[in-house]
C-alpha cells in the first residue's frame, strides 16, 4: 500500500504548476533580434542657446524655490506668533487675576478694624495722649517740635 500511495500523488500533480503558461497572441512576433548599435563615434555638438536656455530655467527654478521657502517661513512663523501671542494674552490674564487678588488681600489685611482686634487680643491697648509724634508728608516737623530723624544729603568720596 505504501508504493501504491507515491504513484498515485505523482498522477495527480499538474503540469501548469511547475511551468509558467505563455499567451501567444495572434499578429504578434514570437522572435526578437537584437543588434548591438555603436555609439563610440557620436560626438555631442554643444548648444549654446540650448546651455543659455537651460540656465535660465535652473536660475528661474532656484528664485521660485527660494520665495516659496520665504513664503512658507514667514507664514509658519505667523502662526507660531499667533499662538505665542495668544499664550501670552492667557498669562496676562492670570497675571491680571494674580494681581486683583493680591489687592483684595492687601485691602483685607490693611483693614484698621481687623489690626485693633489683633493688637487687642496681643494685650496692646490703644495710646496714651501724647506718645504720638506725627511726622509731615514733605518731611519737616512743625516748628519748636523734636525731630526725631532728618534726612541729610550723602556724599561719597572715593579715594584714587
Given amino acids: 500500500m505504501s508504493a501504491a500511495a507515491p504513484a498515485q500523488a505523482t498522477l495527480w500533480t499538474s503540469p501548469q504548476s511547475t511551468a509558467p503558461r505563455v499567451v501567444v497572441r495572434p499578429g504578434t512576433p514570437e ?69 486683583r487678588t493680591l489687592k483684595l488681600e492687601q485691602a483685607s489685611l490693611r483693614d484698621p478694624e481687623r489690626i485693633d482686634e489683633m493688637a487687642r487680643q496681643m494685650g496692646m491697648v490703644p495710646p496714651q495722649a501724647g506718645q504720638v509724634q506725627r511726622l509731615d508728608s514733605d518731611g519737616l516737623a512743625p516748628a519748636g517740635s523734636e525731630v526725631m530723624a532728618r534726612m541729610t544729603t550723602v556724599s561719597v568720596i572715593s579715594a584714587p
Fill in 31 to 99: 522572435i526578437f533580434f537584437s543588434k548591438a548599435i555603436d555609439n563610440s563615434r557620436l560626438v555631442k555638438v554643444a548648444d549654446p542657446v540650448r546651455r543659455r536656455e537651460m540656465a535660465i530655467f535652473g536660475v528661474t527654478l532656484v528664485a521660485l524655490f527660494a520665495l516659496v521657502m520665504m513664503y512658507g517661513w514667514q507664514h509658519f512663523s505667523s502662526i507660531e506668533y499667533g499662538y505665542k501671542i495668544e499664550q501670552l494674552k492667557g498669562n496676562c490674564d492670570q497675571v491680571v487675576e494674580a494681581n
